[in-house]
């Protein structure tokens, strides 16, 4: 059944009765002739598609893949596309793409123009580095990136060091001024006769009802069916992430980007944000969700593994709105299956807050660094009284059905001592716990070999004091 | 000046094939592909596909009007499956429907009944099965055996090199229009749009004059839509001419990935023969090329793999041979640089073997035998205006690199010294390219180009060149503003059209600029000196008294008061003509293929890059941290473009060799064939320190305008990552395969881990 929706498509309020499922990419290029956002690989691996989203409050924008994006989440957004950066002439950012010669083929351009400018609207401290890794999940096959990091240092230039203001942006010509009337206008929108909401609330969990946070895996396994559906949607909130009674909450609809950049994990866990930048990429991390993440079931997930090794809680809330709260790792019950009832939904998850910052460490190997599956992943976190180790966190993917909880090693090594010994040690019993299988991602062997030189990596990164690459070589570990 | 192109793909304006308002009578294709490797096809049952509602009809191979072959060089693949299929992803039945959703659904519920039998998959088993595609060839030059026999050191070994997907951001695309007489208009996502006419016009049983192929430009093509393009314009031509009715065919990135051809893989023994002082004296090398299922251009890439066997060396004796070897793969197909890295590889891969052999470091032994003007290579050709050893010696100078060297060689000493293995090693690599420019199918160098002048001075020009990103239409029209004396924003590219320009030759071998820009500008020629007569004719005087700069006439040096526009119109009113029509055959081009002789290059490009990588040896990752080019490009045309291509041909070879990755199973069945599955770099992987600097003071005499072709050489460069990679890693096992993706370097740091 199709429903109503309002939104602003670039500079022009649009009233469009559509089918919920149905893919922005689609709706683009193939209901409104929109072809400057290209279609290239409906994975949300080359970015080819990418728009730009703007949601009340004001107006926050992010970039994201049209292709892995429910038209149904269009409601109340400003949706920027190439065209709506459009002015006469290029702007700022478009002339330094063509002085560097930072477009060949011109392809994956506009969404690299649009990653970019998403970034800028992001309401950050504007870096180089960010500005790059901005840009990784835009995948270009003709320039070898050389002329587009030129481009990206030409155009950042001016606002190194600020957080760039919407109307900042429109005067260093880098967005059209209608961008300054979209705030009130989306407010407008808001007030308007209410279209038809597809959000769910809690309350209305349905049986087999399609319901979708980021989309990001369930568009890329089942596009198809979803493109015709009418799916219902996980409300994003504003601020999922929030400290309540000495706790960390995090709601399902949280994004990977935004607990990357949340600062209470950024105070607990040093590095937090850089060690992230090799989950997803800066665009599917602002769709995909933690909640997603962890239903998916993937014995890889990266979010599963990070969270399990913090020993997160995992809230559960069924349709009869009762609640079960339990530790993250009994959730995982075999491959692709999980204790979550088919009317209940994963409401939030819990870490504990401290004030101290913790020894921790994550680790991926993939064959590209940054947006690739891992062949194994792992997180560790350590607590440490007198030179022995007071807890251990540690997790891993790729070796077990499930993101595996070695809660063996783990207990084997509260206790001991800080030493090389214990290091060693503690690979063994790793050894025993784990059961790795061959695929694509590498051989049962690979894996296993791998899973003692991740927590190599971890001991390196938390006690670089005590122990060196060489102890593990030479004490026959890897 | 800019190319006027990019405005428009920054703005988002430019549109590609099926960036357009499709009609909705019209019909989409979706395609069924195979979805076994090898057998026999006992039934095929499309019977409830056809009960999908917006399905208009299904081809199969009987249905087709025309005949079911699309073989190029040698004819020997069907368009769609008769009685068995080759090769996972091999089109079955074409679904034509008046929704893509619904062709897409239509697809999902046919059914085929294959009785199985066992794949071929590696190329070595298919050549002791005889399963080749062409007799094997072998070059020669002097006598190897005998110099293996009397040399210092000879080294022995094995390497291999993976398949590589085109990954091109827009995928196969091509839409048929039909007119009232029943020709076929197709708009066509293709290197090659003459392939496309002679390919359709076989299927659909038509002459070549009603099939009309026009081509604005590609999003990406990489040798990847030279022969594999013309499947779907098949596809979409039957579907027009069928129902009378526009037809659309544009394949998905994961049919597109798994259905298409790749680089070929190749699996090869080599032997280098040295003197005690290094100097290279005999090559031996059997290449095994994994051809897959069907010839398509693999004798041809085959063919350059033996031109290009000593790589940038001269060796005096040469023995070389390669088979194409039948799989049951996708046919492998062009891919920039065809077939010349593979062989590149392989010398490189032998020269390293060499080094650890004989304790020489493997940088002596490249610069001792650079190929030198004079030197002949392996089928006969004296390498004239040789620039290998400038390049080299450039690049030492110019990016001090005998320093970086000698650093690196120091912190590694200390290593060995201090008896503590290090986690992180640094490593490098040089990698000198010299590759030869024409294609070495002798007939495929010739181009066609029409100037139109219009009497308002602006110029309209058509060529055989198709646009694919590479700046081949800047480049004409930056030769043709210089021809006429022009500013180039006088000149417009045309699409590349098959009733425009007729018979043309694919836009690949980097030969595009060449060919198309020196006809353009014999056109441009053809047209001043008809201006220059007529006006000759008016002040009593010569032609060659004649000159236009800047859009003024010139006589003898001084400006008439005749500008451009002027002159154009008054000759018109002269009834002078303003059009041309030039051909250019590269000249004194010839290959004996019975003794494996002759000169099959107009000339060759050379150069040499510097790499530096970091290995992690805990973990088995890398990154490439520096990448210094010298690069001879004769006189650049364009040296933004060129700088381009050079950059992004660079990072796809490190691509090619690294991360890179196509899996099989051992079924056959593709498991990386999605952007999911395969990882091709992205900016963060290629966020090196990557300086290019080209060569100064040369002049190519044998290309317009001094200029060399520059799509292809800079590939190979990646194949010096490789090598730095296997440097930081520290260990010393002779092992060659590429790509070493961070499982296979892991397994390589923990010998006896097979992977």
Redesign the interface.
Known sequence: MKKRCGFILNNKEMELSLLQGRSVLDLLRKDL?L?????????G??G?CTVILGRTPLVTYRSMPACLMPAGQLNNTHLV???G??GER?NRL??A?????A????????GF?LSLTGYLLEGRTVTVQGA??A??G????????????RAVEETVEPLLGKVPSLQGLIELDLLPDYFATIPQRLENLRRKPQSDSPDVTLERVEKNCPLIAGGTDLY?QRG?AL??SDPRFLIPEAEPIRVEEGMIEILASATMEQLRQDPHFIDQFPGWREKLLVIA?HILRHRATLGGNLVNASPIADCAVLLLALDAQIQLVSSKDSRRRFPLRAFFLGYKELDLKCDELVEFLLVTKRDEAQLWNY?K?????????A?CNSAAVFTVNKGAFASVGLALGGVAPIPFTARRTMKWLRGKPLSKQTFLGSMEVLQEEISPIDD?R??A??KR??AS??M??HY?HCFSDIC???D???GGA? | M??P????????????V????FPARGLHCVVFFSPLAKGKIRDLDTSAARNVPGVAFILTAKDIPGENQIGGIIQDEVLLAEDKVNFVGMPVAAVYAWTE?AA??AVGRIKIDIAEEIPILDPREAYNRNELIAPVRTFTLGDAEEAIASAAYVVKGQAESGAQE??????QVTVATPSEEGNLHLSSGTQAPTSVQRCVAKVCGLAMNRVEVDVR????A?GGKEVQANTWACFAALGAQKAGVPCRMVL???DDMSATGKRHPYSSDFTLALDGQGKFLAFKVMYYQNAGAAADLSTSVLERTLFHATASYYVPNVHATAAACRTNITPNTAFRGFGGPQAMFVFEAAIREASRISGICAETLQRKNLIKTGDCFAYGMKAENAQAQRCWDRAYAHYDLQKRMRAIDDAQKKETCSG????YGRGYALMPVCFGISFTTIFLNQARAHVHVYTDGSVGVSTGAVE????VNHKIRELVADSLGIAPGRVKLESTNTTRVSNTSPTAASSGSDLNGAAARMACEMIKERLFKFKADEYQCASKDFSIRQGRLYREGNACEVCWADLVNQAYCSRVQLSAEAHYATPDLYFDKSVEKGRPFAYHTYGTAYFEAEVD?????Y?IKKAYVVHDLGRSINP??D??QV??????GIGWLT?E?M?YDETGRP??A????Y?????????LD?KVQFLEDVYNDKAVKGSKAVGEPPFMYGIGAFFAIKMAAGYEKPFYFAPI???RL??EL?EG?V?
Request: hydrophobic share 30%.
């Open positions: 002739g072809y400057g956002t290209k279609e290239g690989c409906r994975e691996e080359c080819a596309t190439i065209k950066l459009q290029p478009q002339q793409f063509i002085n560097q010669g477009t060949q083929c011109g392809f994956c351009t506009p123009i790059i890794d840009l990784g835009n995948l270009c096959r003709c320039t070898g990136y050389g002329a587009i990091r890329v198809d493109n015709k990429s680790a190997v993939s064959k590209r660094e940054r947006l690739d599956i062949g694509v590498g051989s062997e690979y070999r791998l030189a991740l190599a990596d390196l060196s690459y060489d593990f070589v030479k890897l | 800019i190319n192109d990019t405005t428009y793909h920054v703005m988002g304006l430019t549109r590609y099926d960036d357009r308002d959703e897409r659904q085109h990954f091109y951001l827009e995928g430009r590609l999003g990406g990489f998905r990135r994961s503590q293995v290090a986690r694919m990103g590479q700046g040896r805990l973990l088995g990752t990154s933004l473009i700088l381009g950059e992004g041909g660079m990072v796809q991360m990755e899996r498991l990386t999605t952007a999911g599955t990882k091709i770099p992205d900016i963060s992987f290629a966020s990557m993706t961070p499982e892991f397994g923990r881990l992977v």
